[in-house]
T-cell receptor, first 112, second 117 residues
Framework: SQKIEQNSEALNIQEGKTATLTCNYTNYSPAYLQWYRQDPGRGPVFLLLIRENEKEKRKERLKVTFDTTLKQSLFHITASQPADSATYLCALDDNAGNMLTFGGGTRLMVKP | KAGVTQTPRYLIKTRGQQVTLSCSPISGHRSVSWYQQTPGQGLQFLFEYFSETQRNKGNFPGRFSGRQFSNSRSEMNVSTLELGDSALYLC????????????????FGPGTRLLVL
């Protein structure tokens, strides 16, 4: 069966360090992968999209990698700040149209 | 541009009742998707509408239904509510580019928090 796995345990890091979040998937052949940020009580906010033929994408302090052989995406936040504390979700398309399947999310806590 | 709006923001119902939630997409967005988010199951896809037609449907019972109007506004309905339907219901809109790649950013609304007692 199809599965998207993110570390369900919270990730605690010190301010200024690089946070690395993992998204692993099985039985998917996604054309693209997206990362979202969700704060408590709010809807997810789009951060980055990476296509299957792209290895890496950057946006300011964010970097995403996509390894279709390993079936894994890594999401990095460099020089992390307490304001980066949130839950981060990865999402894959299922090649069936405009339908996204989300991972369970990883909660990031950046301590000052 | 105004973001995705959802009404109501909070709702309390009792088992057996039905509920209708409303979503107004970003102006110009023609695709509207609905998701259910619970602590146990995470964010799960319900259905997606484009040009008043349901294009995709997730694995939910027939008690969950939706529709889209000609102005792209969408409603979802849940009949015969069960305790397990308590969740945050999120609506997301996206700009569908005809003939273009299918990957589209989803813009989420703030959600409707439904509590079934």
């Amino acid at each position: 069966s199809q599965k998207i796995e993110q570390n369900s345990e919270a990730l605690n890091i010190q301010e200024g360090k690089t946070a690395t979040l993992t998204c692993n998937y099985t039985n998917y052949s996604p054309a693209y992968l997206q990362w979202y940020r969700q704060d408590p009580g709010r809807g997810p906010v789009f951060l980055l999209l990476i296509r299957e033929n792209e290895k890496e994408k950057r946006k300011e302090r964010l970097k995403v990698t996509f390894d279709t052989t390993l079936k894994q995406s890594l999401f990095h936040i460099t020089a992390s700040q307490p304001a980066d504390s949130a839950t981060y979700l990865c999402a894959l398309d299922d090649n069936a149209g405009n339908m996204l399947t989300f991972g369970g999310g990883t909660r990031l806590m950046v301590k000052p | 541009k105004a973001g995705v709006t959802q009404t109501p923001r909070y709702l309390i119902k009792t088992r057996g009742q039905q509920v209708t939630l409303s979503c107004s997409p970003i102006s110009g967005h023609r695709s509207v998707s609905w998701y259910q988010q619970t602590p146990g199951q995470g964010l799960q896809f319900l259905f997606e509408y484009f040009s008043e037609t349901q294009r995709n449907k997730g694995n939910f019972p027939g008690r969950f239904s939706g529709r889209q109007f000609s102005n792209s506004r969408s409603e979802m309905n849940v009949s015969t509510l069960e305790l397990g339907d308590s969740a945050l219901y999120l609506c997301a809109s996206s700009l569908f580019l005809a003939g273009g790649p299918l990957e589209e950013t989803q813009y989420f609304g703030p959600g409707t928090r439904l509590l079934v007692l």
